[in-house]
């Protein structure tokens, strides 16, 4: 049997950039990516603290540096730009592996993204 179990989680940041006009994504700085092991192209869940919404979307690589997280597409209008998120990724793992799988948690300076 398998489960889905949380994988990685880059919580509380704050959303820089919104666009409507792009196709639909996240857009997340590559040294966040790299820090909470989550790759271009990977379902990632939204929670915004803010407003209480719910989404599911796939991932794009942001320039590296900065902090930028840009919501894209149809997500533009469930945040608003300085609203705090919560980024998801989870998997799928045998139930005895799930029992001593340890997620990638990580923990950005929501005033500016970067890791501290």
Known sequence: MHIQV???????????????????????????????????????????????ERLETYVITGKRGGGGICLNGPAARKVAVGDIIIIISYCSLDFEEAKSFKPTLIFPDTATNSLV
């Open 6 to 52: 949380l994988k990685s989680k880059i919580h509380r940041v704050s959303v820089t950039e919104a666009d409507l006009n792009y196709i639909g994504s996240i857009t997340i700085d590559q040294d966040l990516m790299d820090a909470a092991n989550v790759i271009e192209g990977e379902k990632v869940q939204i929670v915004n603290i803010n407003n209480g």
